[in-house]
């Protein structure tokens, strides 16, 4: 699965972005978009995440799909 398609989701995906990252809130999500610069964005903010760790974990979420 590409972005574009989980973008296009987004309200779908939501909900296992939550269950994947439950330091993110509602919020968080409803401000993400769908937008994986902001999702990438939000990790680092939540987690502490450096980027190129913010950009696997979404990679991995992907993968999943």
Do not use: H
Request: hydrophobic share 30%.
């Amino acid at each position: 699965m590409n972005w574009d398609q989980i973008e296009g989701n987004w309200k779908q995906f939501k909900g296992e972005a939550q269950t994947q990252w439950g330091k993110l809130t509602d919020d968080d999500l409803d401000r993400v978009e769908g937008n994986r610069a902001k999702l990438e964005g939000k990790l680092q903010e939540r987690y502490g995440y450096a980027k190129d760790e913010a950009q696997r974990e979404v990679d991995s979420f992907m993968e999943k799909r």
